[in-house]
């Protein structure tokens, strides 16, 4: 039987009891959307399993340029959640507190091509009896190892159709892509119904996250994913919806046409293993690159340590291995989140950031203040945020909200830090250690 462990919306964040991250891929796609939908992103691409984290940097980079805040409250999907897929090839799991060191899977010499056709066909048979409309997807391309196979099908089982799909790569077992893609998300910034993690007999894990397609539940479309890892670098993510597309289509049934233990036996299907075997190894390299990482736990503490007198923090991100982390304020007129990201080597994009309006301090350190709408539905929602660059790439960027969460409406008429604390927080020096 498979061990399970099970979070529903009785959780809170920040109270220990949830890991988050959304799993990489899919719910990173979903955290482009939490982030004001601001992105019209390729599903196939953004759940590619294999991403490292020298490309999830680069995208972070990227958001927090171009979508401000939207950027930090990306990067908050992810968590810390050390889980035991590690095994040998034979399948017995290690001790729940073991990181498996096998190398990455590496590619067959001996498969075949799978094209686009292979991977609709392949999602379409396994699939319960029924009918299909709207097929795309991608194959194998050897001259884009990056880019995921993936297929997408309109499914009706006589119910409502319902849009399904599944994209596969390869991550480093034991690494942090594959803890991420099976940990449970932040519901401070991912809300969901529930969420589910299982360990398969072959120890392959597999997260089901019963969820909304937009976080603020502004339609009711619902968005249930599972990712799947297995012991051997094998990450299958699936994706289902109770309308016909994920966005822009009507609400067609009350749930998703899979249950959960559908979804399961979907991402564990042999065939998706065979697709990823056949996926070219990067020339870039296999291995996730070597960078600075700061850790979160003490980020979360620094930040903590930082909070103004008079200011109680109620919560707090769980996350121990990320840049980014959060805690919850109040000050007894209302709860206000805070969160913070700390990123070395962002002098290439300085000059984006600290535009028109920024300063430069004796020091050279750049600073930008704003104040802005929240970018994620939560009625009368405002963001005060203070970013800050040293001369030699540092960066730290601090946000506040007028509310405990960015999707729930504003609690309070503005965040309880005032500006000029939160360009203390920035600045302090305790970000060096």
């Excluded at 686009?116 to 392949?122: A, E, G, K």
Aim: net charge negative; glycine share 10%.
């Amino acid at each position: 039987m498979p061990v399970e462990r099970q979070y529903n919306d009785s959780d809170s964040a920040g109270d220990g009891g949830i890991t988050h991250d959304d799993g990489f891929e899919v719910r990173l796609s979903a955290a482009l959307h939490d982030a004001g939908d601001t992105f019209d992103a390729d599903r196939g691409a953004l759940v590619a399993g294999g991403a490292v984290r020298g490309r999830r940097l680069r995208l972070r980079r990227r958001t927090t340029v171009l979508g401000g805040a939207a950027g930090v409250a990306l990067a908050g999907v992810g968590g810390a959640l050390l889980v035991p897929w590690g095994g040998s090839p034979s399948g017995q799991p290690r001790p729940p507190s073991s990181v498996s060191d096998n190398p990455r899977p590496s590619s067959s010499p001996t498969a075949r091509a799978v094209t686009s056709d292979d991977m609709i066909s392949m999602l379409e048979k396994l699939l319960p009896e029924g009918k299909f409309g709207k097929a795309e997807g991608r194959g194998v391309d050897p001259s884009e190892p990056l880019a995921a196979p993936y297929a997408q099908v309109v499914f009706d089982d006589g119910h409502g159709p319902g849009a399904v799909s599944v994209a596969v790569n390869r991550v480093l077992p034991g690494g942090s892509d594959a803890r991420q893609a099976v940990r449970c998300p932040d519901k401070l910034y991912t809300p969901y119904d529930s969420c589910r993690t299982s360990h398969l007999p072959d120890a392959s894990v597999v997260t089901v996250v019963k969820g909304y397609e937009y976080p603020d539940k502004r339609v009711d479309t619902k968005l249930w994913t599972a990712n799947l890892v297995t012991p051997d670098g094998h990450h299958v993510s699936v994706s289902e919806w109770n309308a016909a597309a994920e966005k822009d289509a009507p609400v067609s049934r009350d749930e998703p046409p899979l249950s959960a233990a559908q979804l399961t036996k979907l991402a564990a299907a042999e065939e998706w293993r065979g697709v990823v075997d056949a996926i070219p190894e990067d020339p870039r390299g296999t291995q996730e690159p070597s960078m600075p990482q700061e850790d979160g736990k003490a980020i979360r503490q620094t930040l903590a340590s930082l909070v103004p007198k008079g200011l109680k923090v109620v919560a707090h991100a769980s996350d121990d291995e990320d840049q980014f982390t959060y805690v919850v304020v109040d000050d007894g007129k209302g709860r206000s989140l805070v969160q913070v990201n700390v990123q070395p080597d962002m002098s290439d994009v300085a000059d984006q950031l600290f535009g028109a309006g920024s300063e430069t301090l004796a020091d050279g350190t750049r600073v930008a203040e704003r104040k802005q709408p929240g970018e994620k539905g939560g009625a009368g929602v405002v963001m005060w945020t203070v970013d800050t660059l040293r001369t030699d790439g540092f960066r730290v960027v601090v946000s506040a909200f007028n509310s405990g969460s960015q999707q729930t409406a504003a609690t309070r008429t503005a965040p309880a830090p005032t500006m000029k604390q939160l360009r203390a927080i920035a600045l302090s020096p305790k970000w060096r250690s």
